[in-house]
């Protein structure tokens, strides 16, 4: 069984940053996209950004390029989502999902592409 558990999000003024953490467990010797995606009060669920299986390629929504960057951490199956210059746009729940039937070098968009999520972080930025 895959666990993955969300941490990180706040409230933070606009222009400000926060960083969330994505730890997976469980099923970790496979090797998977990880993918944030956030939805909004009345919105779909959208994507943000994802790194590829390979860890080598990552893919942003044009919204969040510049601004947001994801990175492997020191740890084995920890990621982060750093959040720079967060502007009130921005302010969901963030989820983030591990796709295993991702192409070595590619992250797939689309949330039906992912299998495993977590519970999610509210972030939440003001003006």
């Known amino acids: 069984q895959v666990n993955l558990v969300d941490s990180g999000g706040g409230v933070v003024q606009a222009g400000g940053s926060l960083r969330l953490q994505c730890t997976r467990s469980g099923r970790t010797s496979s090797r998977a996209a990880i993918s944030w995606f956030r939805q909004a009060p009345g919105k779909e669920r959208e994507f943000v950004g994802g790194?590829?299986?390979?860890?080598?390629?990552?893919d942003y929504t044009t919204a969040v390029q510049d601004r947001f960057t994801i990175s492997l951490g020191d740890a084995k199956n920890t990621f982060y989502l750093q959040m720079n210059n967060l502007k009130v746009e921005d302010t969901a729940v963030y989820y983030c999902?591990?796709?295993?039937?991702?192409?070595?070098?590619?992250?797939?968009?689309?949330?039906?592409?992912?299998?495993?999520w977590g519970q999610g972080a509210q972030v939440t930025v003001s003006s």
């Open positions: 790194i590829s299986p390979s860890g080598r390629s990552t």
């Open positions: 999902a591990a796709g295993y039937r991702a192409l070595w070098g590619l992250v797939p968009t689309t949330a039906s592409s992912y299998e495993d």
